[in-house]
């Protein structure tokens, strides 16, 4: 295991449609976060689980976002009914519990909603 | 809520100049790190400081962490058109799980 994988890399959408994405940690490590970024910014925090539970949801995540990670390895993320405006990257990261918090990204899965 | 500002937003230099890159914020963090990021693609960890006064040297990059582990700065000697890229800083809280808040980055263009 090399790093974090996310996929799919790149998704175009209908505005209205929903979309998952899936994250796989470095297997060692349980925690796990999501974060979206968007052009000339840095990445802001949605969401963050230790293990199976979703720990932390930042108000950036609203009733159309739900992020699961249900055995404790990997993690989904779905929004659904998408809306222009949440065209961006969505990045996971991990990091081990105690780790002095280095937390290690993926490479993102862009999404483009049209 | 916990900020981190970052400055200068945009750097262009020529190859061979020295630059700076500050991060900053009115909060203490248990631990900062800074990531470069090329277009298209995740973040990638450059080093963590987890000291107040903490100084790390990556080649030729230097990267110092505040007394006070409210603020952070990134030196880079004799850039070169490799180093091109969006510097971001992030500050992590022990506290919130290791969630990292992340300046708006410094977008910086070696040209040759």
């Known amino acids: 295991d090399t790093g974090v994988s996310q996929n799919p890399r790149h998704k175009i959408t209908k505005r209205g449609q929903n979309v998952t994405f899936r994250c796989d940690p470095i297997?060692?490590?349980?925690?796990l976060y999501w974060y979206r970024q968007t052009l000339g910014q840095g990445p802001e925090f949605l969401t963050y689980f230790q293990n199976e539970a979703q720990l932390e949801k930042s108000r950036l995540l609203s009733d159309r976002f739900s992020a699961e990670r249900p055995k404790g390895s990997f993690s989904t993320l779905e929004i659904q009914r998408t809306e222009q405006g949440d065209s961006a990257m969505y990045l996971c990261?991990?990091?081990?519990?105690?780790?002095?918090?280095?937390?290690?990204f993926g490479e993102g899965s862009w999404l483009t909603v049209v | 809520t916990q900020l981190l500002e970052q400055s200068p937003q945009f750097l262009s230099i020529q190859e061979g100049e020295n630059l700076t890159v500050y991060c900053n914020s009115s909060s203490v963090f248990s631990s900062l790190q800074w990531y470069r990021q090329e277009p298209g693609e995740g973040p990638v960890l450059l080093v963590t400081?987890?000291?107040?006064?903490e100084v790390k040297k990556l080649k030729r990059l230097t990267f110092q962490f505040g007394d006070a582990r409210k603020d952070s700065s990134l030196h880079i000697t004799a850039a070169q058109p490799g180093d091109t890229g969006l510097y971001l800083c992030?500050?992590?809280?022990?506290?919130?799980?290791?969630?990292?808040?992340f300046g708006g980055g410094t977008r910086l263009m070696v040209k040759p």
């Open positions: 992030a500050g992590g809280s022990r506290n919130a799980g290791n969630m990292l808040t």
């Open positions: 990261a991990s990091s081990a519990a105690g780790a002095g918090n280095t937390i290690y």
């Open positions: 400081v987890v000291t107040g006064g």
């Open positions: 297997s060692e490590h349980n925690r």
